[in-house]
């Protein structure tokens, strides 16, 4: 890819489509939701964390130049909207309306944790069925903690 000259007259802006606006604009979110996905891997590959699906084999100087990329990448295609005249929406979706759509999907997936559905796989002895009902009440009280905190700032 060649290197655009700054030197010179400005460029002309280009006159866009809106169709052509909102391609630019869903490559740019996809470009940004990419980078989300990776940092928050970069924050999910805690060796503490027994569930962590990702071995960071980064070191915190790599860590940090991927950050920094990030912010200057961000940066870039900002500046590269506005000198293209293609302004954002603006429209955005709300953190709270976010969290508890993901934890009603928490509280089918925790619904799906049943005996019932885990004896589709073979029966459970006494032991396992009271593990199960254990893990299932426990972990939905927790979500609906969380669910709570989330309504309540709302009413």
Not at 9 to 28: C, M, N, T, Y
Not at 46 to 62: T, V
Not at 68 to 96: C, K, N, P, Y
Request: charged letters at 25%; zero cysteines; hydrophobic letters at 45%.
């Amino acid at each position: 890819m060649e290197n655009a000259s700054r030197e010179g007259p400005p460029a002309a802006k280009p006159a866009w489509s809106e169709g052509q606006k909102r391609a630019v604009l869903s490559s740019f979110a996809n470009l940004n939701n990419r980078m989300d996905e990776m940092l928050a891997a970069l924050e999910r590959s805690d060796p503490a964390s027994p569930f962590a699906r990702l071995e960071n084999d980064l070191s915190a100087a790599e860590m940090q130049i991927v950050r920094d990329g990030f912010t200057r990448l961000r940066q870039m295609m900002l500046a590269q909207l506005q000198e293209a005249g293609i302004v954002q929406d603006g429209r955005r979706s709300s953190l709270r309306w976010a969290i508890r759509v993901n934890l009603t999907y928490m509280l089918v997936a925790l619904a799906d944790l049943s005996v019932k559905n885990l004896s589709a796989y073979g029966s459970l002895d006494p032991a396992a069925e009271a593990a199960i009902l254990r893990m299932q009440q426990t972990l939905t009280e927790l979500v609906q903690q969380l669910e709570a905190v989330i309504e309540s700032a709302v009413t």
